[in-house]
Each structure stands twice: as C-alpha cells, then as structure tokens.
C-alpha cells in the first residue's frame, strides 16, 4: 500500500516538474484583422479591434516611414524606427513587426560597435505584432528611485566612483 502512494506521489511530482510552458501571440482566426481605434466594432482580435474587411484599403497595410534615415547625432549615435500595429496596422494577427535601425560612424547599439566610419542600415523582423524594448542601462542606471548604488558595485565589481558617474549620465 505505501509503496503504490509513493508512486503515486512521486508521478503526480514528475508531472507537474515536466508540464510544458509557453508564451506567443495567437494564432490569427482569420487571414487579416487590421487594427482600430473603434470601440464599436463587432470583432475584437489581438487586443485590438478589427475594422470592417469591406472597407480595408493598401493604406492600412503602408508605412511610408522605413525610407527615411533616422537622426543619429546623439550620445551614442543610433536611431530606431520601430514599426508595431500602433504604425501600421495591418499588422494586427500578423504576429511581426518592424524596425529601421540607424547607426552614425562609430554608432552604438549596445553591445555593438560599427568603428569602419560607414553608415550602417539594418532592417529587423521580430516575432511579436508588439514586442515592446527595455533599454538595459536606462534601467539600470536611470531608474527612479534609483537601484542602490552597493547592489550595483558588487553586480558589476567596480567602484562607488564608477557606478556615480554612470547614474549621472542618465
């Protein structure tokens, strides 16, 4: 009898330690759903609402922002274009979205560095209709109230003097 509850017990763990987990966008439930601001529409897909299909023109499914270079005379001397459902949105249901990403000679994107002093253009397909960005050091350096500077000095092994110089840049 113990034996047949330890087995039980021990399956039911090696159950839940195994169960699957997964995280995307759903599948769409039909070809196209462009993206609406109208409360009054019947259908609601992908957390936006769907305009009718008879009135859907090429405009909704155009961005005529992806030719135009960015301004990259900042800091760090990059530009991003990103180009979501809330820009285009012919993309809702699609689960893509777009992004022109500019970089001045030695531009940066952390972590990369394009030092040729050559204009760089790159265009990135992501795998989300709204994948959303987090820039690390803006988080991690400017946030508010600011993360303590010890945790940051021993995350990072280095000195109070660094990490103060890097929370003022933000």
Avoid: W
Avoid at 33 to 46: D, E, H, L, R
Avoid at 93 to 113: E, K, M, Q, V
Avoid at 129 to 140: D, E
């Amino acid at each position: 009898m113990m034996k047949g509850v330890h087995f039980l017990v021990t399956l039911a763990l090696l159950a839940l330690a195994t169960s699957l987990a997964s995280a995307y966008d759903p599948s769409p439930l039909q070809d196209f759903c462009v993206a609406i601001n109208n409360t009054n529409s019947a259908v609601f897909v992908n957390g936006k609402f769907c305009k009718d299909p008879a009135v859907v023109t090429a405009d909704d499914f155009f961005f005529p922002g992806l030719n135009v270079p960015g301004n990259t005379e900042n800091k760090v001397g990059f530009s991003v274009n990103l180009v979501n459902v809330d820009k285009l949105p012919g993309l809702n249901t699609l689960g893509i979205s777009l992004a022109r990403l500019d970089f001045a000679p030695y531009g940066l994107n952390p972590p990369h560095i394009h030092p040729r002093q050559t204009n760089a253009l790159a265009f990135a397909g992501l795998s989300s209709q709204n994948p959303g960005v987090i820039t690390i050091a803006n988080a991690v350096f400017g946030s508010t109230p600011p993360i303590n500077p010890d945790v940051l000095i021993k995350a990072f092994q280095v000195d109070k003097n660094v990490i103060d110089y890097l929370q003022k840049q933000f």
